[in-house]
């Protein structure tokens, strides 16, 4: 539609047509009388503008008009001291209404997607708002009235033309996310470092020419500055960040990587593709959470290309074999003797009480030998690897490492069915079972409360396993080439955390427009299936497009 119909906006005033027809209504049947509307949602439709009537909805709490083409909104919105959640974006507002500031209870003001040159100076009066979205706008820069928002846990600034960022941003106490990718940042303010809480920072895209120092984010766990210009990776720049987990640097210029790396001992994940390293540290192989691990496209002297394509497990033993090249130290396994029992050689306690890693891969064994799972004892195991074998079922022993294993790879093998043992392993973070012969999951894996990545590639599925849209943490799911004929879009769209969905090779005859909704969908993969629409070309912009084709069908 292209405007609202005015009852709409006096719900609360008029009474409605049946209760005119019809006098017999019982005082319980009344229902206009009893509550007043607390919701509104307008999304996408055609609108031009909101009518200042709104000011008759006083106890709304939502109000949805994203995806509309509003250019303004009324001063009326000023009235609604009930909003908690306003969300305007994707429409083509080039301001916003002094009024808005007086909405004592917004905690999640959404205003990406739109044509913002400048915010209102006084929008820190917004003293309750926790989440600000104002990413893709025409923003220069950011009025330091934002200091006074203590209770803002989210800011995207992405995709603006922000130069610099005010030092008062330091002094958002609860910010966990902040977002700032794809501006034309050179530096960050040494003061951002006193940010407490913050968790995640992505500074892609920009042109910083060395990495921020961070003495005080003892809580940061991501640390995104991949396409920047930075050269030199300092020891000063890493040594406090003890928590991190992912640092992402790729497309930089950086030349080397200091030893002190290691002293990242949460890192989880590192990429630093696309540099000019020549040369790494042995000792990376010693992070013991570390399970990937980028490094294509640097001039690397000493690593050949082949192993960087082996996969980073592989990688990681190769710079640890380096280490004891450099020097026998006292971790060396005893050599076989006649006097070593066989069996004790092929139990690797070093990798057991140093790695926190059961590895038992590549051996076509049919099962996993007892010894392995006696070896580890009360050592707490972080990664298990028993891909490449001919496992037939998940191996039940591995329910006695449920306290400690977060990182489970049964790739490669022949399991038919998932074990309610798999189910138990509570601390399960990631799980990959690509290449077996898997027709379902059971629903006693939502257990598996703290699951982010699952990969289901190469198996038989036929039905996308419903127990995963119950997984609430999960970030990625792989279940490319498999038999998939249908998803469903709504249950989808309640997967708050769901980056990345990989469908190719799957046998989708139909893409339903509602999906366009998951708004989190970073990366949305369905080459390869039977449907018609939407048309290679569209599929071959990304996913951005591919989302926004997909609104643009659901029949309104």
């Known amino acids: 539609c292209v405007v609202v119909p005015p009852h709409v906006w006096r719900i609360n005033v008029d009474t409605p047509e049946e209760a005119q027809q019809n006098l017999s209504f019982g005082a319980a049947d009344r229902w206009w009388e009893q509550t007043d509307l607390t919701k509104l949602i307008l999304a996408s439709n055609k609108l031009q503008s909101l009518s200042e009537d709104v000011q008759l909805l006083p106890a709304l709490t ?115 996310q902040l977002d700032c990718t794809k501006n034309y940042l050179e530096t960050v303010p040494s003061k951002l470092a006193t940010m407490a809480s913050l968790e995640q920072l992505y500074l892609r895209k920009n042109k910083l020419r060395s990495l921020p120092e ?45 030893e002190e790396i290691t002293l990242l001992q949460k890192l989880e994940r590192l990429d630093l593709a696309n540099n000019d390293i020549s040369r790494l540290p042995y000792t990376l192989g010693n992070l013991p959470q570390l399970k990937f691990l980028a490094l294509e496209g640097n001039p690397l002297r000493t690593i050949r290309r082949d192993l960087l394509e082996k996969g980073t497990q592989e990688l990681l033993k190769y710079l640890r074999s380096k280490i004891q090249d450099d020097g026998p130290g006292p971790s060396e396994e005893p050599p076989v003797t006649a006097m070593t029992l066989p069996s004790q050689a092929r139990v690797n306690m070093h990798a057991i009480t140093s790695l926190k890693l059961l590895e038992y891969s590549e051996k076509q064994a049919a099962e996993i030998p007892e010894e392995m799972f006696d070896a580890v004892g009360t050592n707490p195991v972080a990664t298990v690897n028993f891909s490449k074998n001919q496992l037939k079922e998940v191996p039940p022993r591995i329910v006695e490492l449920k306290d400690s294993v977060c990182d489970v790879n049964l790739g490669f093998n022949k399991i038919s069915s998932i074990s309610l043992e798999l189910c138990r392993l509570h601390k399960l973070t990631h799980l990959d079972l690509r290449n077996n012969i898997l027709t379902s999951l059971p629903e006693e894996m939502e257990a598996l409360t703290r699951l982010q990545i699952i990969n289901l590639a190469f198996n038989r599925f036929k039905v996308f396993p419903s127990v995963l849209y119950h997984l609430p943490a999960l970030e990625t799911i792989l279940l490319s080439n498999n038999q998939v004929g249908s998803i469903d879009p709504v249950q989808l769209k309640g997967m708050d955390r769901l980056g990345t969905l990989d469908l190719q090779n799957n046998d989708l005859l139909h893409v339903p427009p509602e999906l366009g909704n998951c708004e989190n969908l970073r990366t949305l993969l369905l080459e390869g299936n039977p449907f018609r629409t939407p048309r290679a070309a569209i599929l071959a912009k990304g996913t951005a497009a591919v989302l926004e084709y997909l609104r643009s069908r659901i029949p309104t």
């Open 62 to 176: 939502v109000l949805d008009v994203h995806d509309n083409q509003l250019t303004s909104l009324p001063s009326a919105l000023g009235q609604l001291e009930n909003l908690q959640k306003l969300d305007v974006s994707h429409n083509k507002l080039q301001s916003l209404p002094e009024e808005l500031l007086q909405l004592p209870r917004l905690r999640s003001l959404l205003l990406q997607h739109n044509e913002l040159s400048h915010l209102p100076e006084g929008l820190g009066q917004l003293l309750s708002l926790e989440e600000l979205d104002v990413s893709n706008n025409h923003l220069t820069d950011i009025p330091t009235s934002f200091a006074l928002l203590v209770n803002l846990v989210r800011l995207n600034l992405a995709c603006n033309q922000l130069k610099d960022l005010p030092a008062d941003l330091s002094a958002m106490k609860s910010l966990r």
């Open 214 to 258: 961070f003495p005080s984010c003892k809580l940061l766990k991501e640390l995104h500055a991949g396409e920047n210009q930075i050269e030199i990776l300092n020891a000063e720049n890493l040594k406090h960040l003890s928590s991190l987990s992912v640092l992402e640097l790729r497309d930089n210029k950086i030349k080397s990587v200091p």
